[in-house]
């Protein structure tokens, strides 16, 4: 990276601050395991909502004096495109291949230029801002599970992972957390909406961080949502569904959820004692699908590769220190895979089973 790219970090730092005080940005403490995070939202971006977004842990020994990581969200005039932001808009930036590996490169930039959205994340001065150009082009990943790429930059510097998984904890052994994994479709979120009805804790549906630093592994509660299709089987077993948004690209319910100590299914933190990689039967035939491309064929024949796919595709960033994290994961719990039979009854079995196995 140049010098003059380095002190355009450095600037831009500056003028975040500066333009947050100025602009009465709203602010929202974020704290996440070891993580402490500041999100700064200026006023045209407060219909988002995204600090709902977030589950607010509490204050623990990690964060407690520990400067925050600002987050910045806000809406670009065409001044900012043509002074402070023009560098990162225009000057070339580091390729996939080099953001993979190379863990010294400490300051990234993004660009989405279908959604007109600039992503800048700069560890060396512990900012990060997502810049928009047209709220209607903001995609809804971007707003339901917000800052994915800031937040699994900043893990990986703690000894932490954001992992593309659901963890679970049974009512009966409320220490012994069930770290579910799986793609898109596999059935994490359906299966984590009718373990909640049935008395179940969760840390997250789709996105948890794995703390590394301990003897047993833990799991953070990073998001406070879940998403669930409304014709899910899960759905009739839900009481009093709180349906914040609507995803207009899949059609899930984003359902808004409450901690534990507020009466609700989300806990901040878990030790982790198992994984369970999960795909879906055919409902037609009972049969795993039997197609190269399908999740379930994956599964049988290499469930290791299986519990680490949709992680390194969805931030497919420090993709070395990622493996790394995913071996140790492996190395410190047993993983077991399993194919979820249709409707309510096929989820039953499932919870019987991870319950069964966590006594």
Same mark, same amino acid.
């Given at each position: 990276?140049?010098?003059?790219?380095?002190?355009?970090?450095?600037?831009?730092?500056?003028?975040?601050?500066?333009?947050?005080?100025?602009?009465?940005?709203?602010?929202?403490?974020?704290?996440?395991?070891?993580?402490?995070?500041?999100?700064?939202?200026?006023?045209?971006?407060?219909?988002?909502?995204? #600090?709902?977004?977030?589950?607010?842990?509490?204050?623990?020994?990690?964060?407690?004096?520990?400067?925050?990581?600002?987050?910045?969200?806000?809406?670009?005039?065409?001044?900012?495109?043509?002074?402070?932001?023009?560098?990162?808009?225009?000057?070339?930036?580091?390729?996939?291949?080099?953001?993979?590996?190379?863990?010294?490169?400490?300051?990234?930039?993004?660009?989405?230029? &279908? #959604?007109?959205?600039?992503?800048?994340?700069?560890?060396?001065?512990?900012?990060?801002?997502?810049?928009?150009?047209?709220?209607?082009?903001?995609?809804?990943?971007?707003?339901?599970?917000?800052?994915?790429?800031?937040?699994?930059?900043?893990?990986?510097?703690?000894?932490?992972?954001?992992?593309?998984?659901?963890?679970?904890?049974?009512?009966?052994?409320?220490?012994?957390?069930?770290?579910?994994?799986?793609?898109?479709?596999?059935?994490?979120?359906?299966?984590?909406?009718?373990?909640?009805?049935?008395?179940?804790?969760?840390?997250?549906?789709?996105?948890?961080?794995?703390?590394?630093?301990?003897?047993?592994? %833990?799991?953070? &509660?990073?998001?406070?949502?879940?998403?669930?299709?409304?014709?899910?089987?899960?759905?009739?077993?839900?009481?009093?569904?709180?349906?914040?948004?609507?995803?207009?690209?899949?059609?899930?319910?984003?359902?808004?959820?409450?901690?534990?100590?507020?009466?609700?299914?989300?806990?901040?933190?878990?030790?982790?004692?198992?994984?369970? &990689?999960?795909?879906?039967?055919?409902?037609?035939?009972?049969?795993?699908?039997?197609?190269?491309?399908?999740?379930? #064929?994956?599964?049988?024949?290499?469930?290791?590769?299986?519990?680490?796919?949709?992680?390194?595709?969805?931030?497919?960033?420090?993709?070395?220190?990622?493996?790394? %994290?995913?071996?140790?994961?492996?190395?410190?719990?047993?993983?077991?895979?399993?194919?979820?039979?249709?409707?309510?009854?096929?989820?039953? %079995?499932?919870?019987?089973?991870?319950?069964?196995?966590?006594?």
């Amino acid at each position: 990276m140049s010098m003059d790219l380095q002190s355009d970090f450095q600037y831009l730092a500056r003028y975040l601050n500066d333009f947050a005080s100025q602009q009465e940005f709203q602010q929202q403490e974020i704290r996440i395991g070891p993580m402490h995070f500041a999100l700064y939202v200026d006023p045209h971006s407060a219909d988002f909502e995204i #600090h709902k977004s977030f589950f607010t842990g509490t204050d623990n020994q990690s964060t407690a004096h520990q400067a925050p990581f600002r987050l910045y969200v806000m809406q670009t005039t065409s001044e900012q495109e043509q002074t402070v932001l023009l560098p990162f808009l225009t000057q070339p930036v580091p390729g996939l291949q080099a953001l993979s590996g190379h863990a010294g490169v400490r300051q990234f930039v993004f660009r989405d230029s &279908a #959604h007109q959205i600039l992503k800048v994340v700069d560890l060396e001065n512990r900012v990060g801002l997502l810049a928009y150009a047209k709220p209607a082009l903001v995609p809804p990943w971007e707003l339901n599970s917000p800052f994915q790429e800031f937040i699994q930059l900043h893990a990986m510097e703690r000894d932490c992972l954001l992992y593309h998984g659901a963890c679970l904890i049974p009512p009966s052994r409320p220490e012994h957390g069930v770290l579910i994994t799986g793609p898109g479709g596999s059935g994490k979120s359906s299966l984590t909406a009718y373990a909640l009805s049935q008395g179940w804790k969760t840390t997250g549906d789709d996105h948890v961080l794995l703390d590394f630093r301990y003897e047993v592994l %833990r799991s953070w &509660a990073v998001y406070r949502n879940f998403k669930l299709h409304p014709n899910s089987p899960a759905v009739e077993n839900l009481p009093d569904v709180n349906v914040w948004k609507v995803d207009p690209l899949t059609g899930k319910w984003i359902i808004l959820d409450a901690a534990d100590c507020e009466g609700g299914n989300f806990v901040e933190c878990a030790s982790v004692h198992s994984v369970w &990689a999960i795909s879906l039967r055919s409902s037609n035939t009972g049969q795993v699908q039997n197609s190269a491309r399908s999740p379930g #064929h994956l599964l049988q024949r290499n469930p290791y590769v299986y519990t680490s796919m949709s992680t390194i595709q969805q931030i497919p960033y420090r993709v070395d220190t990622v493996l790394k %994290r995913l071996k140790q994961l492996l190395q410190r719990v047993p993983l077991r895979t399993h194919f979820i039979d249709s409707g309510v009854s096929g989820m039953a %079995r499932t919870l019987d089973e991870m319950s069964a196995h966590s006594s």
